[in-house]
């Protein structure tokens, strides 16, 4: 009886937020990844992070890899890719960090 009970209270609940419209932010950024996907190795990680700016982290495994996105991603999109510099994965002991600002 428990069970049917809660299962009825979930119908009187309303959406406070309608989740199913239009994402810009999430949308952009799955647009940038999908721009990025084919120019990093296949186990790299790409993420991005925001403190007033946005950034660009791509995790990768070999230093090779790094150097050749760290030359590539300047030039890349008309130059949104600034500030690119190089550093130690947090997350990933074994990866290689690259970062960069994205200006749009």
Do not use: Y
């Not at 721009?35 to 070999?62: A, N, W, Y």
């Not at 949104?80 to 290689?96: A, G, L, M, N, P």
């Amino acid at each position: 009886m428990a069970a049917e009970e809660s299962r009825g209270t979930d119908q009187n609940v309303e959406r406070l937020f309608d989740l199913n419209g239009p994402t810009p932010a999430s949308d952009e950024l799955g647009k940038l990844t999908d721009m990025l996907r084919p120019h990093c190795p296949k186990d790299s990680v790409i993420r991005f992070e925001f403190d007033g700016k946005l950034h660009l982290q791509i995790d990768v495994r070999r230093f090779e890899e790094i150097a050749a996105l760290e030359a590539l991603l300047p030039a890349m999109w008309g130059g949104i890719f600034t500030d690119v510099q190089r550093s130690i994965s947090e997350k990933h002991s074994f990866f290689h960090r690259l970062t960069a600002v994205v200006r749009r």
